[in-house]
């Protein structure tokens, strides 16, 4: 079992930045993926970003790609989502997700076996 708990969340404007962390604990091997997904009120799930444990590889939905920035910290087992540059699109509840043996683009699009409980990111002025 893998157990994920989220922080970080919170209000933030237009423009601005958070930095998500998931704290994951558990039987984490080294072919596992983790990343992060959100969903809004009304909306569908969206995968986010993704890394793999193994080699470090990311992947990033294309709403966010070069204004996210997913990391890892393998020794403590947390990984990491930088969020600049803020958009009111990005308010959503965010999840961070871990599934093993699969590729960083599948998990995205996936439906990972392990969640954390979520965190609110409102992004407003």
């Known amino acids: 079992q893998v157990q994920l708990v989220e922080s970080g969340g919170g209000l933030v404007q237009p423009g601005g930045s958070l930095r998500l962390s998931c704290a994951a604990s558990?039987?984490?091997?080294?072919?596992?993926?983790i990343g992060w997904f959100r969903q809004a009120p009304g909306k569908k799930r969206e995968g986010v970003s993704s890394?793999?444990?193994?080699?470090?590889?990311?992947y990033y939905a294309d709403s966010v790609k070069g204004r996210f920035t997913i990391s890892r910290d393998h020794a403590k087992n947390m990984v990491y989502m930088q969020m600049n540059s803020l958009k009111p699109e990005d308010t959503a509840v965010y999840y961070c997700?871990?599934?093993?043996?699969?590729?960083?683009?599948?998990?995205?699009?996936?439906?990972?076996?392990?969640w954390g409980q979520g965190t609110q990111v409102t992004v407003s002025s």
């Open positions: 890394i793999s444990l193994n080699d470090g590889g990311t």
């Open positions: 558990g039987f984490i091997s080294a072919d596992y993926v």
């Open positions: 997700a871990a599934e093993p043996r699969i590729t960083g683009w599948d998990f995205l699009y996936g439906d990972p076996g392990s």
